[in-house]
């Protein structure tokens, strides 16, 4: 009996291997498996990016909104940016930036002779999407427009100092406006680079060490050396960079401290 019952024994784990192997692929060569079974993080910021890119503001603001588009006729000779603290020499509020998306301008500039003669001479004007976008889409523009204008900074000096280091050291290229969600990532687990805002960091960082090892080392071991998260953390396209080596420890630590600031989340308010 026990003879007789070994090749079946040999061929149910033979079968259970191949399934395992199909599924394997399957999740690793597949991210549409993936994203059926895991919850892909969506923010109004990064929804307003996409659409932003879909409406074409990009072709005019320039690859991510940072402008230098020439504009023949205009005082400026450029479209403006909205990166970059640019925003607040046009926009007072948030609702001169509704305005803006709305009807190409908040109304107190179109009801002004001055400038209507000066966007006349200009070769590029700024289009009035109010008859092609959902009120719940200039939300996430709003949205969007706000975590990219530079202009929303946390007050404690230690936090400033990392909010300075974000963007010189290029974190929003990749993690998103004021970290609302990042890029494409082929090969990651997701697919996309994660953001410090909701679940995806909580799944990635569990304590201030180990927010503290992403930053300085670039990695986390819990992760890179997990039998499948290692896998992922290896093929991806865009790794995290080590930051240690460019920066000092006293660096690290006001980086920490801005991602702690954007996790608290008192900003919230003023993207909305």
Request: net charge positive; with cysteine; aromatic share 10%.
């Amino acid at each position: 009996m026990e003879v007789n019952r070994m090749p079946r024994l040999r061929r149910a784990l033979g079968r259970a291997l191949v399934a395992l192997a199909v599924v394997e692929t399957g999740w690793l060569s597949y991210p549409a498996v993936r994203v059926r079974l895991f919850a892909l993080e969506e923010t109004p910021a990064r929804r307003g990016q996409r659409l932003a890119a879909e409406l074409g503001c990009f072709s005019c603001h320039g690859p991510g909104g940072g402008g230098g588009t020439k504009n023949p006729g205009s005082e400026e000779g450029t479209v403006p940016a909205f990166t970059e603290r640019t925003q607040m020499m046009y926009v007072k509020t948030t609702d001169d930036l509704r305005e803006y998306v709305l009807d190409g301008a908040p109304r107190r500039k179109r009801e002004d002779p001055d400038y209507r003669a000066r966007v006349e001479k200009a070769a590029l004007r700024m289009p009035a999407y109010r008859s092609f976008v959902t009120a719940a889409q200039v939300d996430d523009l709003v949205a969007y427009l706000r975590a990219a204008s530079g202009q929303i900074l946390p007050d404690e000096a230690l936090a400033q100092r990392g909010a300075e280091l974000a963007s010189d050291l290029g974190c929003f290229a990749c993690h998103g406006p004021l970290g609302a969600g990042g890029v494409r990532n082929p090969g990651s687990f997701k697919g996309y680079v994660p953001g410090f805002w909701g679940a995806d960091f909580d799944d990635l960082v569990r304590s201030e060490e180990e927010l503290r090892s992403w930053i300085a080392r670039g990695e986390l071991a819990r992760v890179s050396e997990h039998p499948i998260g290692g896998r992922f953390f290896k093929r991806q396209a865009i790794r995290m960079p080590a930051f240690q080596r460019f920066i000092p420890e006293m660096d690290v630590d006001a980086l920490a401290a801005y991602v702690r600031w954007i996790r608290a989340g008192t900003w919230r308010p003023l993207i909305r």
